[in-house]
């Protein structure tokens, strides 16, 4: 059973069962730390930053540095911080 007792707390039953979860919605808490967050702007955000910026990018995990990425690419290091880390792929909605 998955309980939503208030907007903020999700009870999860997961010892005694597999519970299918709203992944959506457990996004938001549990999100790995040791990937690459993608980020893909929506056409309006696009007009309002400018063309500089790349339609998706990644954030870094460390440093939350935004960087653009190859389509294909599996990892990516950092210009910033130089930590190389995989991007969360399955993570794209
Ligand atoms: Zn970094």
């Not at 730390?33 to 007009?47: A, G, N, T």
Request: overall charge positive; charged content about 30%; aromatic content about 8%.
């Amino acid at each position: 059973m998955v309980r939503i007792s208030s907007s903020h707390i999700v009870v999860l039953d997961v010892n005694r069962r597999n519970v299918p979860v709203d992944r959506r919605f457990l996004e938001i808490r549990y999100h790995p730390p040791d990937r690459w967050s993608i980020v893909r702007c929506e056409p309006r955000e696009i007009q309002r930053v400018g063309r500089i910026f790349p339609l998706t990018y990644a954030v870094c995990p460390t440093c939350r540095h935004r960087e653009a990425f190859p389509a294909d690419a599996k990892e990516l290091t950092c210009e910033r911080c130089k930590k190389t880390a995989l991007l969360a792929w399955e993570e794209m909605s």
